[in-house]
């Protein structure tokens, strides 16, 4: 890596106050040199984070942090604001298991605000901060970073629309990453802006507001006047409706005169809007040219960029992706619905073959769940793909709009259970609770490619709504086929039958989804019965009301939340039975997962083979005794 003396001088964002801000430009390409040198050796966000370099450059600068609060929307843009409050170095560990998070972490960091993993939360946050401060009588700054698509979700504009009229001092900084520098930023553009954020200007504003309360013909003339003049010259007329003082566009690859800027901006009262235009993967080229392929990468090397991807195995999303191109070719209703997901939930395919239905309507959940309903009510069948973390967003929409009319709507819902390296904002551990006690829908859970293939035609034939979940990545490797013919809907699937009874007790292991394999293993071990449930909801009955009577104990297993999980769903199911045979549930612990691999994640939860057997055998009272062939043995 090349050197960085200058940026080896900062530790915390005092020190890069103590710099003259000439030396601002150097710091910027030492920051971005690091910071790719940095994400190439452990993988993470990249092309948004080269974009923001500069502002939070010039937001450091300006601001007095951490006493003034920054809050970054769409928190995987953040990363130059960590290597610039004390964590350079921690950078090596970043998205590792016990390493610094991807996102904004309030215990990770004083500077870092407010936590950040879903998008649209920034500018709420920061108006509460700001509300509370006045409340406490504290003079303070608080600026909402807001970009990356996160200005197309309902609560941003629920934000803006509420606190334009409040006092308080806050600044909404619009990151404008989606087009190249327009012709409106240039230096009559900025020379615009620094007139209108200067004091000079600020002054001259208010003392004649005063001055015309007097003469209101002459006010609402000078602020017609005022408006006709920034409406030829920038493009805020729907934020000043909304009573924000709008500034920009504004150069944000220019960090001196950003933070002279925004150091004007700082002196300001009431709240404020800042439009910056930016470009992701700023100053890095493979970045610059494909920003959808180095949005989130793995480790590589920055001289040559990406490797080209070789032949791996399909992922569930690779499933999904395909089945959707061959089920919309079998059936002209189909239309594909996804909330700025495109490449993450696997339409990329489908986007390109049926253009005229396919339909991406950004950062905007509810929305896609409503625009889904509005379809089904007029025939067609639409397949919502969403991740399981963004479809919490939009449980008013499923219940009140889909389910309740029992409407054909297909969820598709990515990334369930553990994720992974993203950690608790994006774990995909609450949608079974969410969904199976929603009245109407269909809720499945595949365990190998093949069978979610055969789930999401099965959600797609059922005439209400329904929704396959699966995991983020590949599955056991099973060849998910070309068929379209659904499941018989609630019938699990017995893959292992426990031997004759013995002296032991005798187990059933019921599987819900990706973890079936770990219950295979642990049945050969305890030769225990092993069912792949399939559908959560509705559970296989008849099958629940077998194993009960053949056996002594029964096991859940599930990658989701053991509270409210599909081993809830049984309990229940026996307590209305007034069946009296022992259940164990196992799942995700009542707390949230950190980031780390899958793996670990699942085994520090007592989620692999390992963890399953010490369950039972604990359950059973007989951690350290086996009878002959595996099964439980129990003391008198």
């Not at 504290?138 to 807001?146: E, G, K, N, Q, S």
């Amino acid at each position: 890596m090349q050197a960085t003396p200058l940026l080896d001088a900062i530790e915390w964002p005092s020190d890069l106050r103590a710099r003259p801000g000439a030396e601002l430009p150097e710091i910027a390409r030492e920051l971005r040199t690091f910071l790719i040198d940095s994400v190439s050796r452990t993988g993470g966000h990249l092309a948004a984070n080269l974009g923001t370099v500069e502002l939070a450059i010039a937001l450091h600068y300006a601001f007095d942090t951490p006493d003034d609060r920054i809050v970054w929307d769409v928190g995987h843009q953040a990363y130059a604001h960590k290597i610039l409050t004390g964590r350079r170095e921690a950078m090596a560990t970043l998205r590792q298991h016990g390493g610094l998070a991807g996102f904004p972490k309030r215990a990770e960091s004083e500077y870092d605000a407010f936590g950040a993993g879903h998008s649209s939360t920034s500018i709420s946050a920061a108006a509460g901060m700001a509300l509370a401060a006045r409340h406490a009588g504290l003079d303070r700054r608080h600026v909402a970073v807001i970009g990356d698509g996160a200005m197309t979700a309902g609560m941003a504009f629920e934000a803006l629309n509420h606190i334009g009229e409040l006092d308080c001092n806050l600044l909404v900084i619009l990151n404008d990453n989606d087009m190249s520098i327009s012709p409106n930023v240039g230096a009559m553009n900025q020379y615009f802006t620094r007139l209108l954020s200067g004091r000079l200007y600020s002054s001259m504003r208010e003392g004649s507001k005063r001055m015309l309360e007097f003469v209101p013909p002459m006010k609402a003339f000078a602020q017609r006047a005022e408006e006709h003049m920034k409406g030829m010259l920038v493009p805020g007329t729907l934020f000043e409706e909304l009573g924000f003082r709008y500034f920009g566009p504004v150069d944000g690859h220019d960090v001196s005169g950003l933070a002279g800027i925004l150091k004007n901006l700082r002196g300001g009262h009431g709240p404020q809007l800042l439009h910056v235009v930016t470009r992701k993967g700023q100053g890095y080229a493979p970045a610059e040219e494909d920003p959808c392929r180095y949005h989130g990468v793995s480790k590589f090397e920055p001289e040559n960029g990406l490797a080209p991807s070789g032949p791996k195995a399909p992922t569930y999303t690779d499933v999904f992706s395909q089945w959707l191109c061959d089920q919309a070719a079998a059936d002209e209703r189909l239309l594909g619905i996804t909330p700025a997901m495109r490449e993450g939930s696997g339409l990329v395919a489908f986007s390109e073959q049926y253009p005229q239905r396919y339909f991406d309507v950004g950062i905007a959940e509810q929305h896609a769940v409503t625009l889904a309903a509005g379809m089904a009510c007029e025939g067609q069948h639409p397949v919502v793909a969403i991740y399981s973390t963004f479809l919490q967003r939009a449980m008013d929409q499923v219940i009140h709009d889909v389910a309740l009319q029992d409407l054909p709507v297909l969820f598709a819902i990515d990334r369930a259970g553990i994720v992974g390296a993203d950690g608790p904002t994006h774990a995909g551990t609450f949608d079974i609770a969410l969904l199976r006690s929603v009245p109407n829908l269909l809720l499945m859970a595949p365990a190998d490619e093949a069978e979610c293939r055969r789930m999401l035609a099965t959600g797609f034939a059922w005439n209400g709504p329904a929704a396959v979940r699966y995991p983020r990545g590949s599955g056991p490797g099973t060849d998910p086929g070309d068929r379209l013919d659904p499941l018989p809907v609630g019938e699990a699937e017995i893959r292992r039958e426990a031997g004759a009874a013995g002296a032991g007790e005798r187990i059933a292991i019921l599987s819900f989804g990706a973890l079936l394999d770990t219950a295979l293993e642990a049945g050969e071990a305890l030769d225990a019965t092993v069912v792949n449930m399939r559908f959560v909801k509705p559970l296989d009955t008849a099958c629940l009301a077998r194993l009960a009577a053949e056996h002594d104990r029964l096991v859940t297993l599930e990658d989701h939340a053991r509270a409210g999980g599909a081993g809830s769903a049984v309990l229940e199911w026996l307590s209305a039975e007034g069946l009296d045979i022992p259940c164990q549930t196992l799942g995700i612990p009542d707390r949230f997962t950190e980031h780390g691999p899958r793996e670990t994640i699942l085994a520090e939860c007592g989620l692999d083979t390992a963890g399953v057997l010490a369950a039972i055998r604990h359950a059973a009272g007989q951690e350290n005794c086996a009878a002959p062939g595996g099964r439980l043995g129990f003391a008198g």
